[in-house]
Nanobody, 115 residues
């Protein structure tokens, strides 16, 4: 079955960096767009970034544009989110998602930005 396993979250100071990874299995990874979402306490889940199946096209939410980079390695069936210049408002649980029609989710990884 479809499995997505995120890793790389943690506690970081404002201005710091983290790299999230999402290892995929159970489907033909190279055929699907992949997304990163996040959900902060008391807020709705929001789309952070998207990468096309071949990795050539990306989309970013305005709040992270210029600071975050989404990428993928189809040989390793892994999608990444490089997060730089982190801000306290980036604190959230970050989720990996495979786009429709599969629309499956990972368990999430906590990112906390605090001094």
């Amino acid at each position: 079955q479809v499995q997505l396993v995120e890793s790389g979250g943690g506690l970081v100071q404002p201005g710091g960096s983290l790299r999230l990874s999402c290892a995929a299995s159970g489907f033909i990874f190279s055929r699907y767009y992949m997304n990163w979402y996040r959900q902060a306490p008391g807020k709705q889940r929001e789309l952070v970034a998207t990468v096309s199946s071949g990795g050539l096209t990306t989309y970013y939410a305005d709040a992270v544009k210029g600071r975050f980079t989404i990428s993928r390695d189809n040989a390793k069936k892994t999608v990444y989110l490089q997060m730089n210049r982190l801000k306290p408002e980036d604190t959230a649980v970050y989720y990996c998602n495979v786009a429709r029609p599969l629309d499956a989710w990972g368990q999430g990884t906590q990112v906390t930005v605090s001094s």
